[in-house]
């Protein structure tokens, strides 16, 4: 059996989502606005050109599937079309396009089982507007509940107000999926150095965040001799430089001070107090916490409170071996890639669901970003990989 990939189909939809949002200084599709609906419509033009049809679930994620498809053991791909503010072309994108283009080229290939291929584009994936990371997953999986929707943007507008009303109507939907791939542009540098076009994902890091706060004594910053005060930045930077040194000594570990804030924040007071954010993630659950541990034991003055935790989210082994086969069998360049963000493929395996990603060398390893980039001839050999590994499974 040939399966062609359409280069021309992808080059078109992947030009059109990207202009959908686009401004001078970057691409934004907020979910639930007009930038996005247009970008979505374009995805559902062509895969109903091909014979698909599509429904949005109660949370809003898009489903593109065969008109005769079983309710459960779909083979599905896919990723997200919203972006951050002012962010790059490839991320979510290449995932949603690239997973079309595939499913559509096994389609026309003719493959057994052609009604249990499928598409999904999650709904806010970013979380930017309502910090709701992995909304369309999470909400699938259970993990957010309908109270999500009340969550607010800046400017006081809530998911429910511009989105999903109800959204856990969707709950339980991953069932339907017996695999899910998801390709998605690098985001980080460890192809480009190895000369190697694309990652298999084996794993999302354990990630977590938390708030911590320290606290001094404010006093005047001309009569308060240096010995005795209780500058609480101070105290701060000590903690902020143990942040550094103890992910360094956790292998696989990193670790970040992104927000930090002296009280009162006057230039002629020593600061009495001092809050702050933390951000570890790691290769695994123990050594996130060992890295955590670390710095509570160092720091018994210091308050560190736990905010949010993910778990590693292990990939499927028997999907990483069929892709890594399918890129060898394409003369593609391929090797194991951990993750340090977090996909919506991770939501899907911490629920169950055997999934995994195709990452695409990027070479500059920038995300989030406008200059964030893949090259066409790499994203397009992640395609014919994803399609060639589906054809052995449907
Ligand atoms: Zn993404």
Redesign the pocket.
Known sequence: MTVTIDHALYRRLFAGVNEQGYSLDGWTRAPWTPELRAAEQLVIDAAVAGGMVYEHDPAGNLWITDPNAPADGLIAVG??LDTVPKGGAF??VL?VVGGLVAVLALRAAGVPNVERLAVISFAD??GSRFNTPCFGSRTMVGMFGDEVADAQDKDGISIRDVGPKRPADAAGLQRRIAAYVEI?VEQGLALDPAEVSLGIATSLSARGRWEWGVVGEANHAGTTPMAGRRDALVRAAEFVLSVQRTAIAHDGAVATVGRITPWPGGTNVVPGRCSGTLDVRALNNATRDAVVQALVEEFPDIAIEHKSTDDAAIFDPALIADLHAAANELGVSSMDLPSYAG?DAGTLALAGVPSVMIFTRSPNGISHNPVEHSDESVCLDAVAVLAAALAQRS
Request: proline fraction near 0%; hydrophobic fraction near 0%.
């Open positions: 990723s997200h991320d979510g995932g994936e970013e998605h996909h």
